[in-house]
Antibody, heavy 120, light 107 residues
Framework: QVQLQESGPGLVKPSETLSLTCAVSGVSISSNNWWSWFRQSPDQGLEWIGDIFHSGGTNYNPSLKSRVTISVDRSKSHFSLNLTSVTAADTAVYYC?????????????WGRGTVVIVSS | DIQMTQSPPSVTASVGDRVNITCRASQGISWWLAWYQQKPGKAPKLLIYAASSLQSGVPSRFSGSGSGADFTLTISNLQPDDVATYYCQQANIFPWTFGPGTKVEIK
């Protein structure tokens, strides 16, 4: 069964680093598509954070670029998101997703999402 | 960034009705547009890509049209299972951006 599954802490303290992992199953993480992170909050709506190719190439949203790192571990078939210096504005549901292919940034497979709350 | 707007913000219609949702980009994006359906507590689901191509497995009552800056998602023969929020997404220029959503409800 093809699926993505997010995991990580549901509560992060302000100024600390949010770290999430997306486990990929049923499809090769080395396939010809991008692996992406999104978040969704009532205030910001759906927001693309960034993505990574299996070779390690990345694209980041300029609004978050200074705080975001996305990495991939092909041996474990997962990719990860690190977001530093978090504030309450980073509270959201975080999703990982797969692009249709390497040239078309439409997203045809999504994880179920994980809620992250930033609070002391 | 390319700004995406949608109208109406919400629509209430009867089963069997035809529903049109409009999406407008702040600049031309050719046909680089997708539509997603999101039900409460669930992830978005890809319905339409490249403005008018139906994603595999999506019922044919969903259709998309438009190019440039103006696009439409049409749900013909509205069904109870179509109650959801619908989002457009541009895939022309980084960063990818989404519309604010249109909530579809049944009378």
């Amino acid at each position: 069964q093809v699926q993505l599954q997010e995991s990580g802490p549901g509560l992060v303290k302000p100024s600390e680093t949010l770290s999430l992992t997306c486990a990929v199953s049923g499809v090769s993480i080395s396939s010809n598509n991008w692996w992406s992170w999104f978040r969704q909050s009532p205030d910001q709506g759906l927001e693309w954070i960034g993505d990574i190719f299996h070779s390690g190439g990345t694209n980041y949203n300029p609004s978050l670029k200074s705080r975001v790192t996305i990495s991939v571990d092909r041996s474990k078939s997962h990719f990860s998101l690190n977001l530093t210096s978090v504030t309450a504005a980073d509270t959201a549901v975080y999703y990982c997703a797969k692009s249709v292919d390497a040239m078309d940034w439409y997203f045809d497979l999504w994880g179920r999402g994980t809620v992250v709350i930033v609070s002391s | 960034d390319i700004q995406m707007t949608q109208s109406p913000p919400s629509v209430t219609a009867s089963v069997g009705d035809r529903v049109n949702i409009t999406c407008r980009a702040s600049q031309g994006i050719s046909w680089w547009l997708a539509w997603y359906q999101q039900k409460p507590g669930k992830a978005p689901k890809l319905l339409i890509y490249a403005a008018s191509s139906l994603q595999s497995g999506v019922p044919s009552r969903f259709s998309g049209s438009g190019s440039g800056a103006d696009f439409t998602l049409t749900i013909s023969n509205l069904q109870p299972d179509d109650v959801a929020t619908y989002y457009c997404q541009q895939a022309n220029i980084f960063p990818w951006t989404f519309g604010p959503g249109t909530k579809v409800e049944i009378k």
